[in-house]
């Protein structure tokens, strides 16, 4: 299976001059843990985690509301192109202690894959194989 098909396209991407709070909020509303920060339509210039903010603006007792993106993001961010495996993304994961993915195409953010993401895949492939095999035989299809 590919990471295009297991990835998740509704993205939330903010600007790099936008304060821990909004990103916060924006991951709380959302239930997601993580913001893709960009600075133009689709260019990826960080990400930044929930374990971002927690590690570098919580637990140092910074203003949420005074510290930007800019500030804590992770710059160095690996990404990887919708046309490997999800092998290769977990390989990716492992390999780098990551459990987010952002999914880039000709130099464009097209999605984002994560941890929760192979592991809902994994169990969606484990369900149809289950119903292939409980299921009673069809005749003259092959088996």
Not at 80 to 94: G, H, N, R, Y
Not at 100 to 110: D, M
């Amino acid at each position: 299976m590919l990471v295009a098909e297991a990835m998740n396209k509704n993205i939330h991407t903010a600007r790099i001059d936008t304060t821990i709070k909004k990103l916060a909020e924006i991951m709380s509303e959302n239930r997601i843990g993580s913001v893709i920060i960009v600075s133009g339509p689709g260019s990826l210039e960080g990400i930044v985690t929930e374990r971002d903010v927690m590690s570098k603006v919580v637990a140092t007792g910074k203003d949420p509301s005074k510290i930007t993106a800019k500030d804590i993001m992770t710059t160095k961010v690996i990404a990887i192109d919708p046309s490997k495996t999800l092998e290769q993304a977990a390989d990716m994961m492992t390999k780098y202690k990551i459990k987010k993915l952002p999914v880039i195409f000709q130099g464009q953010i097209v999605g984002i894959i994560t941890a929760s993401d192979l592991i809902s895949y994994e169990e969606k492939l484990v369900e149809q194989i289950s119903s292939l095999i409980t299921s009673s035989k069809v005749t003259g299809i092959g088996g």
